[in-house]
DNA sequence: CGAGAATTTGATGATGATCAAACATAGTGG
DNA sequence: CCACTATGTTTGATCATCATCAAATTCTCG
């Protein structure tokens, strides 16, 4: 979290940072509705986030890692406007709200910190829109899969190899389709040679086929 | 603007974005690659962002109505990552960025306010995102107009009836389709009684139905 | 007014949804 | 720790929605 803070300025922020939640797998950390007082920061695990249509059905609209923050969309009328659940046993940082935007006044550097996380926040869900409105399903899985891999990378893991922490399910919601249509490209792709997939282990074998989709 | 600002305030403000630039139908305010150094305020007429995936396809990101803003997404690289283009003849405020962003640490109001707005433009990214994923073509077509008709409204013109600014071409590439699939759509809720679709006039008959689409 | 752009409508086909059933996996309680 | 049950996954068959291709109008703006 540092760079372009001074070391008084991180010890401000730890201080305000300080608590920890931890959120079982299948648990929400909030849900749509509830008050909005803090955002959060990944800490270890995996979150997604869920809107909940009229009529019950359901859209992932995120996929948050170790690293991530979110609760951003609460902060327009106070309120969450969607369920944050954890994919695995997880847990992250909270961060007081109105204390973390009063050091941003305080903070040039801390500011330009939030205001960069909002901006890379929206432009996660402008290249989701681009997903869902501009590329067929199998395009839209070897997206994702190349998406995970790089941002796993970018953690330290291993790119071309991971244990998925959501279901098919969840996967054909976030990426507008059904979970046999998702289950089904998988096992093309893999009969193709360009991933291998059991389950929720995935090997990337050809990353450049992969993009090519 | 203003609204939880004092006088003293707004006259800053004032100060800060004093520069108003027009743009014609079809000019671009921005590109992709550009460098970002100003947040856009639109003042009167309207904008779309377009994103170009490589292929050349064109995903329609956003629709920005008077009063809306734009830019954010710049934020996170200090580059533009779409372009926005006039829909008629407009004109926006010029929002400096690093001036905008020292007031914001001098006015506490001020900063909540920019806040929100990343928060709504977020919000409205969740929503496309929802809309894309979740719904069929006929219902995203309903949620448009739906959608157009309360901003509309919000902005003091009729919410019954009013001319697109937007080509079907715009409205199918925003909506995750084809411009035939947008005209035969409004054709049948023309036929069904729900709208009169006569180019780009578009008047609402039946909200009820429209919302139960 | 005329030419290029936009819209409408039709015919056809492909992609992905839905329904269904077998199979695998993981989580739980005895 | 194992067996059992829930839940999740795979695969097949069929069908609906929407994309594509095509052609005839209708706008609109220079």
Redesign the interface.
Known sequence: MPEGLCANDIAKLENIISATRRVKRGETLFRTGDRFDSLFAVRSGSIKTV?T?DGG?E?V?GLLLAGDALG?????EGVH??DAIALEDSSVCVVPYTLF??M???T?AL??RL??M??????R??N???R????RADERVARLLLDLSSRLSRRGYASSEFTLRMTRDDMG????MTLETVSRTLSRFDKAGLIEAQGKFIRIRDFEALRAV
């Open positions: 809107v249509h059905r859209q609209t951003f969309e609460g902060i327009e406007t969607c935007e009063r941003c006044r305080e040039d500011q330009r205001h960069r909002m901006s890379h926040a929206m432009n869900e402008v989701h829109v681009v869902l409105g501009l590329l919601s976030y990426l507008g």
